[in-house]
């Protein structure tokens, strides 16, 4: 069983800056990538930004340059430094790790954390 657990959310101005911290249960090199996915009221819940297990990154093209995913394998956190936070960036924040069985994945999810910009 993988638990994640997403710490950091809040309520920010424009402009303003956030940490979010998703550490695992275990030890997180079984996961083929790791990342956080955002879901605004009304709206698909989007990728935001990921990490694979050599450290590849890819980002959502409206979060490029204001946002950096970084993954602490000592630690089991992966963690998404935002900055320059815009109202719609306003979302609950998951964070997703995935993991790979004989070719099969598997994803699990935290349990959100909310994230606010005020204008």
């Known amino acids: 069983q993988v638990l994640l657990v997403e710490s950091g959310g809040g309520l920010v101005q424009t402009g303003g800056s956030l940490r979010l911290s998703c550490e695992a249960s275990?030890?997180?090199?079984?996961?083929?990538?790791m990342g956080w996915y955002r879901q605004a009221p009304g709206k698909q819940r989007e990728s935001v930004a990921t990490?694979?297990?050599?450290?590849?990154?890819n980002y959502a093209s409206s979060v490029i340059g204001r946002f950096t995913i970084s993954r602490e394998n000592a630690k089991g956190t992966v963690n998404l430094q935002m900055n320059s936070l815009k109202p719609e960036d306003t979302a609950v924040y998951y964070c997703?790790?995935?993991?790979?069985?004989?070719?099969?994945?598997?994803?699990?999810w935290g349990q959100g954390t909310q994230v606010t910009v005020s204008s």
């Open positions: 997703n790790a995935r993991r790979y069985r004989v070719g099969v994945p598997s994803d699990y």
């Open positions: 275990g030890s997180i090199f079984s996961f083929s990538a």
């Open positions: 990490i694979s297990s050599s450290g590849v990154t």
